[in-house]
Protein backbone atom coordinates (compact mmCIF):
# COMPACT_ATOMS: atom_id res chain seq x y z
CA UNK A 1 0.00 0.00 0.00
CA UNK A 2 1.71 3.67 -0.74
CA UNK A 3 1.28 6.70 1.19
CA UNK A 4 -1.30 8.43 -0.73
CA UNK A 5 -3.56 4.96 -0.53
CA UNK A 6 -2.75 5.16 3.61
CA UNK A 7 -4.29 8.83 3.75
CA UNK A 8 -7.52 7.64 1.70
CA UNK A 9 -7.92 4.60 3.68
CA UNK A 10 -7.45 7.23 6.82
CA UNK A 11 -10.12 9.16 5.97
CA UNK A 12 -12.61 6.62 5.13
CA UNK A 13 -12.44 4.84 8.51
CA UNK A 14 -12.67 8.20 9.82
CA UNK A 15 -16.04 8.96 8.41
CA UNK A 16 -17.10 5.51 9.05
CA UNK A 17 -16.73 6.84 13.09
CA UNK A 18 -18.27 10.33 12.22
CA UNK A 19 -14.51 11.54 13.19
CA UNK A 20 -14.53 15.44 12.53
CA UNK A 21 -11.11 15.66 12.80
CA UNK A 22 -8.09 13.80 11.96
CA UNK A 23 -4.04 14.39 12.46
CA UNK A 24 -1.26 12.60 9.84
CA UNK A 25 2.03 12.92 11.65
CA UNK A 26 4.95 13.37 8.78
CA UNK A 27 6.16 9.95 9.54
CA UNK A 28 9.31 8.47 8.07
CA UNK A 29 10.86 11.60 7.18
CA UNK A 30 13.06 11.73 10.14
CA UNK A 31 15.29 8.70 10.93
CA UNK A 32 14.22 6.71 7.62
CA UNK A 33 14.71 9.17 5.30
CA UNK A 34 11.91 9.39 3.69
CA UNK A 35 11.81 13.22 1.35
CA UNK A 36 10.27 15.46 3.45
CA UNK A 37 8.73 17.30 0.34
CA UNK A 38 7.59 14.39 -1.22
CA UNK A 39 6.32 13.01 1.76
CA UNK A 40 4.32 16.36 2.41
CA UNK A 41 3.48 16.49 -1.23
CA UNK A 42 1.57 13.58 -1.58
CA UNK A 43 -0.27 14.45 1.70
CA UNK A 44 -1.91 17.85 0.77
CA UNK A 45 -2.55 16.47 -2.68
CA UNK A 46 -4.45 13.15 -1.29
CA UNK A 47 -6.32 15.30 1.80
CA UNK A 48 -7.22 17.90 -1.10
CA UNK A 49 -8.44 15.45 -3.28
CA UNK A 50 -9.86 12.79 -1.54
CA UNK A 51 -13.74 13.30 -0.37
CA UNK A 52 -14.66 12.99 3.20
CA UNK A 53 -17.04 14.47 6.10
CA UNK A 54 -13.58 15.61 8.34
CA UNK A 55 -13.77 19.15 8.36
CA UNK A 56 -10.15 19.50 10.38
CA UNK A 57 -7.11 17.22 9.00
CA UNK A 58 -3.66 18.47 10.89
CA UNK A 59 -0.57 17.95 9.22
CA UNK A 60 2.12 17.56 12.50
CA UNK A 61 5.69 18.35 11.52
CA UNK A 62 8.46 17.26 14.10
CA UNK A 63 10.82 19.98 12.36
CA UNK A 64 10.95 23.59 11.07
CA UNK A 65 11.69 22.86 7.95
CA UNK A 66 9.10 20.21 7.46
CA UNK A 67 6.58 22.63 8.83
CA UNK A 68 8.06 25.35 6.49
CA UNK A 69 6.61 22.65 3.00
CA UNK A 70 3.44 22.15 4.35
CA UNK A 71 3.16 26.08 4.87
CA UNK A 72 4.16 26.46 1.10
CA UNK A 73 1.79 23.92 0.04
CA UNK A 74 -1.20 25.20 1.42
CA UNK A 75 -0.74 28.62 0.79
Not at 9 to 26: G, K, T, W
Not at 35 to 40: D, F, H, K, M
Amino acid sequence: MNAANCYRRSLELADVVAASSIAFPAISTGAYGYPPAEAARIAVDTLRSTPSNVRLARLVAFYRATFTIYERLLA
